[in-house]
């Protein structure tokens, strides 16, 4: 379980913050707040969905996973709206960018990393 926390944290950093790049983020302070940000949720939505799956099965783990990615999407908007100094994207929108490319990231790179 900690090798698949470790990865999905790392895949999603890389992800995301490769993403904001492509999107114009350029302040050290504002990748920071992204890195923050993921620090903080992610390990919520890689490991209780992980944990619902071996104990209760793959409805559960759908379930809690699209329940955990929106609040991951909410934390995330937040901090950015908060801390962000980037402003060409509103702060919920980039959330959204940002979660819906490393998801789908992660859900094509995935059978072959696990």
Excluded: Q, W
Excluded at 7 to 20: P, Q
Excluded at 22 to 32: C, N, P, Q, T
Excluded at 35 to 63: C, D, E, H, K, Q
Excluded at 78 to 92: A, D, N, S, T, V
Aim: glycine residues 4%; aromatic residues 22%; positive net charge.
């Amino acid at each position: 379980m900690a090798y698949s926390l470790a990865v999905c944290l790392a895949l999603t950093l890389i992800f995301e913050i490769f993403a904001a790049f492509l999107l114009g983020v350029r302040k050290k302070d504002d990748f920071f707040c992204i890195f923050f940000a993921n620090v903080f949720t992610n390990p919520l939505v890689s490991v209780i969905p992980l944990y619902l799956n071996i104990r209760y099965g793959l409805i559960y783990r759908n379930i809690s996973l699209a329940l955990l990615e929106i609040f991951a999407l909410f934390v995330e908007y937040l901090i950015y709206r908060r801390f962000l100094e980037y402003k060409k994207i509103p702060p919920f929108f980039l959330s959204l960018i940002l979660n819906a490319f490393s998801y789908t990231a992660g859900f094509l790179l995935g059978p072959y990393i696990f």
